[in-house]
């Protein structure tokens, strides 16, 4: 700016009239306080400098209303708030119609099969399902909410395999050399008789002349155990299909090297149900809370809890593992070994559902490329994907019983029936 200009500016500013006196409780306020901190995180609201907008420099404004600055305007707030994730158990009520208790009697025990069951509507199908190893048939609790959404004729029997959730196995002599044997017999045969002897009971219960058409679901051992009964084929054509979830032969083997030290990684008791279902969240093992909270409670049981040390207390009680999975370490191989080709060579439809298509050995990879079976890949879900999700797994599972659903099926009239309705003479 050149001495011209500063000269004429300074003869303006002369002229002017002295500026007004500002009123005193505009004066106050802008006083700073005292009890202003630096961070402005605790103490009164922090006074910054007017802008050169009308609505920060209008000073003439007193009657403008003021926000009371609080010390606790960045306080956590207290009680529970509404975005909180609930761990609370959910009942087998809100998803099961009934609940039963199958007793099957042997000349060495008793098995009594604990089962959740939604009969089916009219001519519905029957989904028949089967848990993984240390599971329960909770398992399937989400997913049969789901089912029920999109097929509301559809049934769902879900039973606990022995050993698991409340079915218990009872020996009838306790001197007998075979009573653990019994009750630790894990082997692949024997928990495929015992779904097979599960249906024919429910068949017996429910009063069923012929069996409903039953889709066959099993995850992890389940899947195991499903594909060996259609293998085997002791339902016969009462079996449309059968869909196998997130095992194959050779993955579920190479995870067995490594099965002991998850085992030894995992907490050993949880001190409530609460706490369980948010381990099996925290830990990704269950993705889907709602699912979480409906199974995992199942997996455990009531343990009265050691005294550490003598001044802690006594009485209080703990939750424990239910099924002793390092005690099946034996039959861990028998599950699995030739999977893969009974699941291949089994009467019906066949569907596998996996979390990635790096679980795909060699010969379904070739079965796959063959057309023998459906496969659905769900690379947002864990080994869980039931569970992880339910609607998308109910959605693919309806959407295959009715790609082989028979009475779906019109078939074009024979050439003699033609005939006969006709002159008896071809139309050309």
Known sequence: MSDFQKSFLKAKLASLPPEAPMPPDVQREAEPEEEDEVNGLSGPCQ???????????????????????RKDL??????????????????????????????RKTKTYTLTHHVYINP????????????????????????????????????????????HGETVVHSKAKAEESKDDDMLDFGLETL????????????????????????????????????????????GDRVLAYAVLDVVEGSAIDALQSMQTYLSSRPSSFRSLES????????????????????VPSLLVHAPRQT?????????????????LA???????????GMSQKFLEGKGGKLLLLAGTDRLDKELMIGQMQG???LQVFPDAGHFIHEDLPEKTAISLVDFYKRNDRSALVLPPKVSEMLKKGAGRPAF
């Open 47 to 69: 006074e910054y400098p007017d802008d050169d907008s009308s609505s920060a420099s209008s000073a003439s404004s007193t009657g403008t209303i003021r926000p009371i600055p």
């Open 276 to 295: 369980a279902v948010e381990w099996h969240f925290r830990s990704r093992t269950i993705r889907n809370t709602l699912s979480a909270r409906a199974s």
């Open 120 to 163: 089916p509507v009219g001519s519905g199908p029957l989904f028949v399902t089967h848990h993984g190893a240390g599971s329960s048939g909770l398992s399937f609790a989400a997913l049969t909410a789901e089912l029920r959404k999109v097929l509301p004729t559809a049934g769902v029997l879900s039973p606990d395999a022995r050993g």
């Open 372 to 374: 023998k079976y459906q």
């Open 192 to 235: 495929s008789n015992d779904l097979l002897e599960v249906i024919r009971l429910m068949q017996t219960k429910l009063g069923w002349k012929v069996l409903p058409d039953l889709i066959l679901v099993g995850h992890s051992l389940g899947g195991a155990i499903v594909t060996d009964i259609a293998r085997k084929g002791h339902l």
């Open 74 to 103: 960045f306080a956590r707030p207290t009680g529970t708030s509404p975005w909180t994730r609930s761990f609370q158990m959910l009942p087998w009520t809100d998803y099961f119609s009934q609940e039963l208790y199958l007793e």
């Open 308 to 324: 550490e040390s003598p001044g802690s207390l006594t009485g209080q009680q703990t939750w424990v593992w239910r099924t002793d």
């Open 327 to 337: 005690a099946t370490q034996p039959f861990w191989e028998g599950w699995f070994i």
